[in-house]
């Protein structure tokens, strides 16, 4: 009994696949939001993109 | 210190908080009406492609995500706040809130997360406008629709059916900063599609509705009524569908699908509102039901093919003859 409260709540096999699972989905949502800024940057200011001051 | 260290989740420290997730991303997506962000993504694609003047293809299509993502989010939000309803239906009891499999709580954050970062990004990406209308569109399947039409009127998906019909406008001010008659005439379709659609499936699923305490029409009107109503939204239905090809909109392809599926809505609702008792009564109410998405898909395809292929629209083709 002492044992299971120093161990706390052990994930089962089954929730540590779904918990991986969701932790890539939100990483691969985080660099589809990467490229999604990149992509309106580039496409909303064009050529003007490189148009600055030095 | 992390709230979670190699396997261990120290709920002493936090009683709150719930036990482990066995949310799976599946269910993530399921929050997000798939099928019901697919007949989004036609209709605002179909605006999007409408419209006079165009934006750059790669933001029309993050306009058209953004725009996909904002009704995936209202369905998240409808699931939160409609589990108790959801539980005691039989079509929807398995949907990841009621079943137990994602917390409403996470519904709820998955929601307003993703509703406030698809109108930001619409905004970023298109115009305000079109964010505004996104964010309108969200607000008004959300709050009007789902908090308060659907459990007090059985004009519910008449007035709630605003917001599943506005996709086409969003799009269409995405691409023109404006909307116009042309669209409004798309919204229209919509509205007008949607009440004959879920009465046709509230005939069947009535004693679901009536346990959960919905008041939808058969339920509180009665079935006859119901079919009565059914059959009065197709038959103005038909002239509304074909009206794009009058507004410089679609082509004589589009004019031959409109007036043929129209026609055949009305004569299914017919059929619905003619046979009223048993099996072939439900096989009627369930073909309605079918085709309607038929229809509507059939409709926007139709003028999404003509703007790919090129084909000009009815009035140019007849020149001065309209």
């Known amino acids: 009994m002492a044992d299971d409260d120093e161990r706390g709540v052990v994930l089962t096999e089954e929730q540590k696949r779904r918990r991986r699972s969701r932790s890539l989905a939100i990483a691969l949502a985080l660099a589809a939001l990467v490229c999604l800024f990149y992509l309106v940057t580039i496409f909303k200011m064009g050529a003007n993109v490189a148009n600055r001051a030095l | ?322």
């Open chain 2, 1 to 322: 210190m992390s709230l979670i260290q190699e396997d261990r989740l120290e709920r002493a420290a936090i009683p709150a908080l719930p036990g482990p997730s066995l949310a799976g991303v599946e269910d993530y997506l399921a929050l997000l009406k798939p099928r019901v962000m697919s007949l989004v993504v036609v209709t605002a694609l179909t605006g999007i492609v409408a419209a006079p003047h165009g934006i750059h293809p790669v933001l029309a299509a993050i306009s058209l995500l953004c725009i996909a993502i904002g009704a995936g989010a209202s369905g998240a939000l409808n699931m939160w706040w409609d589990a108790d309803i959801d539980a005691v239906m039989a079509r929807t009891a398995n949907r990841p809130v009621p079943s137990g499999r994602v917390t409403p709580g996470e519904a709820l954050g998955f929601g307003a997360t993703l509703s406030a970062g698809s109108v930001l990004m619409l905004g970023l990406t298109a115009n305000w406008l079109a964010a505004g209308l996104l964010a309108f569109t969200i607000f008004f399947y959300v709050v009007i629709y789902t908090m308060w039409l659907k459990r007090w009127t059985p004009q519910n998906i008449v007035i709630g059916g605003l917001a599943g019909a506005m996709p086409p406008m969003v799009g269409w001010a995405a691409a023109t900063g404006s909307v116009s008659l042309a669209s409004a005439v798309l919204v229209a379709i919509i509205f007008m599609w949607t009440p004959p659609h879920f009465w046709a499936l509230a005939l069947v699923k009535s004693d679901d509705y009536r346990r959960a305490g919905v008041p939808m029409l058969p339920c509180v009107a009665g079935p006859d009524e119901t079919r009565r109503q059914i059959l009065l939204y197709a038959i103005a239905l038909a002239p509304l569908g074909v009206a794009p090809a009058f507004i410089g909109l679609g082509g004589p392809a589009y004019l031959a699908v409109s007036v043929g599926v129209g026609l055949v809505f009305v004569q299914r609702a017919w059929v619905v509102w003619r046979v009223r008792e048993g099996d072939a009564a439900r096989r009627a109410a369930m073909g309605l039901f079918g085709f309607s998405l038929l229809h509507l898909f059939a409709l926007f395809f139709t003028l999404l093919a003509e703007k790919a292929l090129g084909v000009a629209a009815l009035p140019d083709l007849l020149g001065g003859w309209m």
